[in-house]
């Protein structure tokens, strides 16, 4: 038999998710938003944390308590910007997840009248970005995430 009569199939099918090829740029920066997202949630509870700890707060277990909370917290978009990385088909639940999560957040800040404007509209900016990037059918794709009825996306 010729290589005409009997193609390899292996040929004409599509990366699957966690292989390697090339990650969308799409899927490398929604990870990347994802990642600082659990980054500043470090930063902020080892703040809130060691000035618990170290400082006079009003109320040390609730310092204390809030900063272990951000910590925690910041696991889930820590896992999925890894997940995104590694195209695991998992982590967009995680990440979608986060980026709502973010945004009530970010109204929050928007309605503070202080410094906390500022970071409000930075956070609702890369929230929304995220969600963008994340739900892009190249993304998707890339993820290995089966549309309605089992068909890609």
Do not use: C
Not at 80 to 109: D, E, K
Request: net charge positive.
């Amino acid at each position: 038999m010729s290589s005409e009569q009997n193609p390899r199939p292996e040929a004409a099918a599509p990366v699957a998710a966690g292989e390697p090829g090339p990650r969308p740029a799409r899927l490398t920066a929604a990870a990347a938003l994802a990642g600082l997202e659990g980054l500043a949630l470090v930063v902020g509870g080892l703040w809130m944390l060691v000035g618990g700890l170290t400082g006079h707060p009003d109320d040390r277990t609730q310092a204390v308590t809030g900063g272990v909370t951000l910590v925690v917290l910041a696991l889930l978009p820590l896992l999925a910007a890894r997940g995104l990385l590694a195209r695991r088909g998992w982590s967009r639940g995680p990440a979608v997840i986060t980026q709502i999560m973010a945004l009530p957040v970010a109204y929050n800040l928007l309605q503070a009248d202080s410094v906390a404007i500022p970071a409000g509209i930075v956070l609702a900016v890369v929230a929304v970005a995220a969600l963008v990037l994340i739900v892009n059918p190249e993304t998707t794709r890339a993820l290995g995430i089966r549309g309605p009825g089992g068909t890609r996306e």
